[in-house]
């Protein structure tokens, strides 16, 4: 069977481009990628709460907002599959998409697979992965109750982050290189005044100690250096967080379509089109300057859209 749409990807992009793929009766398949939730999702399963998506005036939470979209998606008979895709063939008609040895073929495809966490690769980070480094507050957090923590970085997500662990944490080291955040004023405001914040500007961890305990050896603390002295020290702390800014998921996709130096997609501009014709990029896989969940879920409209028009023109 040859599938007029599949979509590849499940945050805010993946189920707009369902929910209008599916209203146009084009009985989309949607690869979800495999739970734990923060791979079928997206970047909303590890947010807090949402509180900028127009029509939820109250703010309502990622994970509660993504099941809503898959719920609205499944409503117009899109097919949802909460597993990953492994390999595709963009340079034959139809396309395929593999998953391990099955493979699924269709006329279109849109690529909807968003971004994710990036890491400061330090030494000793990958030792301390889920040992006290984490990279998603939302799913960690609360494993800190009474202890001191750190967030590294200075955009929204750092200080969403940060202003998060104080529900836990003792006190929160929020560790950025600059003087100033980049984050959005109001979400500074609410960092900057929070009692159990304590900002460490112009500083960068250069690396990290740790404790042996029952377990095998988990944080004690990460080692900082002030970019206007020179000096190092070291700040005591059970947990840290990453909140660096994010890296597009096009590994799959490396060599074939166009991307630019970082690996966004790249789209014609105004549309969804990328350089297959068929093929299609909506939401942060190719937005390196908005990525918000509404802008996301506007460029998946466009891309079920391009899609069902460009179908049409294949008569
Ligand atoms: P971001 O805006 O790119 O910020 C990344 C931060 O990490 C910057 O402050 C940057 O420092 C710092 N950084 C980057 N690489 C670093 C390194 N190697 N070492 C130390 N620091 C480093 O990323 P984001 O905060 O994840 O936000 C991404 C997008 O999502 C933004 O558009 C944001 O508005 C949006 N967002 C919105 C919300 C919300 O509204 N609720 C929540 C989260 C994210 P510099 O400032 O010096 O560059």
Request: aromatic content about 8%; glycine content about 12%.
């Amino acid at each position: 069977m040859v599938r007029n749409v599949i979509i590849i990807g499940s945050g805010p992009a993946g189920y707009t481009a369902a929910i209008y793929a599916s209203r146009a009766n084009l009985q989309p398949l949607l690869f979800a990628g495999e739970p734990p939730a923060h791979l079928d999702g997206g970047q909303l399963m590890l947010t807090t709460d949402v509180e900028n998506y127009p029509g939820f005036p109250e703010g309502i939470t990622g994970p509660e907002m993504m099941d809503k979209f898959l719920a609205q998606s499944k409503r117009f008979g899109t097919e949802v599959q909460m597993r990953s895709v492994t390999k595709v063939d963009l340079e034959s008609r139809p396309f395929r998409v593999f998953l391990g040895e099955e493979v699924h073929e269709s006329k279109t495809i849109i690529i909807a697979t968003g971004a994710e966490a990036k890491w400061l690769n330090l030494p000793g980070e990958k030792e301390l992965h889920n040992r006290g480094i984490s990279a998603c507050a939302t799913c960690d957090g609360a494993l800190f109750g009474g202890k001191v923590v750190g967030v590294v970085g200075g955009g929204d997500s750092a200080v969403e982050e940060a202003t998060f662990l104080t529900r836990f944490a003792s006190k929160v080291h929020m560790i950025h290189r600059r003087d100033q955040l980049r984050a959005s004023k109001i979400m500074q405001d609410r960092a900057l005044s929070n009692p159990k914040i304590a900002m460490e500007w112009n500083t960068i961890p250069e690396g990290y100690s740790a404790k042996e305990g029952k377990h095998g050896p988990s944080l004690a603390g990460v080692k900082v250096r002030d970019t206007n002295t020179g000096e190092t020290r070291e700040i005591p702390m059970d947990g840290f967080f990453m909140a660096i800014g994010h890296k597009p998921n096009t590994d799959l996709f490396t060599g074939v379509l166009d991307m630019d130096e970082v690996g966004y997609l790249k789209t014609k501009p105004g549309t969804t089109y990328t350089n297959i014709e068929g093929v299609f990029a909506c939401g942060d896989v190719q937005d390196r300057h908005y990525r918000q969940a509404v802008t996301a879920a506007g460029t998946g409209c466009m891309a079920a859209i391009d899609a069902e028009r460009w179908i049409e023109t294949q008569h």
